[in-house]
């Protein structure tokens, strides 16, 4: 039987993936940005034949009120 490689071996160092990692997490979100990806992910996940478009899940979240806790 062939042996085999361990899988629980930690990931190799990425000091410039690491950075960027520290860059992004400073940058932090837009509202703007959230507001785009919560329609995409509407968008996204509404039923195929269905008729949501981009636009319309957009328009929808502007009139939603989410509350923040």
């Known amino acids: ?3 085999r490689k361990p899988t629980m071996v930690r990931a190799p ?3 410039e993936l690491e950075r960027l ?3 992004d997490k400073e940058a932090g979100v ?3 940005v959230l507001q785009e990806q ?3 992910f509407a968008y996204g996940n509404a039923p195929k034949g269905s008729r ?8 929808a979240l ?8």
């Open 1 to 3: 039987m062939a042996e």
């Open 21 to 23: 990692f520290a860059k």
């Open 38 to 40: 919560r329609a995409s």
């Open 52 to 59: 949501i478009t981009k636009a319309s899940a957009l328009s």
């Open 62 to 69: 502007k009139s939603l009120r989410l509350a923040h806790n």
């Open 30 to 32: 837009s509202d703007a």
């Open 13 to 15: 160092k990425r000091p």
